[in-house]
């Protein structure tokens, strides 16, 4: 899968969903590196788990309702990404008799995990007040990169609210520096110091 930069930071499922996304997951990797295409089908897999199903909250409920059968939703499905390869459409309907494609979203974030790990790459989160340089985005991988003896793929969000500095999350870690930060912990700082004066 190619590294994208629009991907959302998440934590992974847990539990139960998270073993059988993952099971899920390792299958398609395995029949799609045996073929030379693993990039190809995480790309398919991302465009139906984030493009489609991530931004229609409609779209994911009929997947992932019950209430309707494997064979009422196979023709839409056919319809819908008959362009996709022969993996991919025999992994769709793999899940629809399986009533899994409510996992669909999990199967990603499990699938592009282990492309990451193979790929020496991790994800990164980082909230600015403002939008980085390509000066300091640069500064900001190479120093990440540093750290973490891996290849960071940044995912910037501009939040003006933060007033300045960042907020940079991998995994569940978060480096916080933001004004905002600041300002709140000399505040509650103060307050305290008012309180037991």
Do not use: C
Not at 158 to 169: A, D, F, K, N, T
């Amino acid at each position: 899968m190619t590294p994208d930069a629009t991907h959302e930071t998440v934590l992974e499922a847990t539990g139960a969903r998270a073993r059988l996304a993952r099971v899920y997951a390792e299958a398609l990797l395995s029949l799609a590196q045996a073929e030379g295409k693993a990039d190809d089908v995480g790309d398919e897999l991302r465009t139906v788990a984030v493009d489609v199903i991530g931004k229609s909250p409609a779209v994911a409920a009929y997947l992932d309702s019950p209430a309707f059968t494997a064979a009422a939703k196979m023709p839409i499905l056919g319809a819908a990404f008959g362009s996709a390869s022969d993996l991919f459409k025999k992994f769709l309907h793999v899940l629809t008799q399986n009533n899994r494609l409510g996992l669909m979203r999990d199967i990603h974030a499990a699938y592009q995990a282990i492309r990451d790990r193979q790929a020496g790459r991790v994800r990164v989160l980082v909230r600015s007040a403002a939008a980085l340089t390509d000066q300091q985005t640069g500064e900001l991988k190479a120093t990440l990169a540093g750290r973490l003896n891996k290849e960071p793929i940044l995912n910037v969000r501009v939040e003006p609210e933060l007033l300045g500095g960042l907020i940079v999350q991998v995994g569940d870690r978060v480096y916080d520096s933001s004004v905002r930060t600041r300002l709140d912990t000399l505040r509650n700082t103060l307050m305290g110091t008012a309180t037991h004066g």
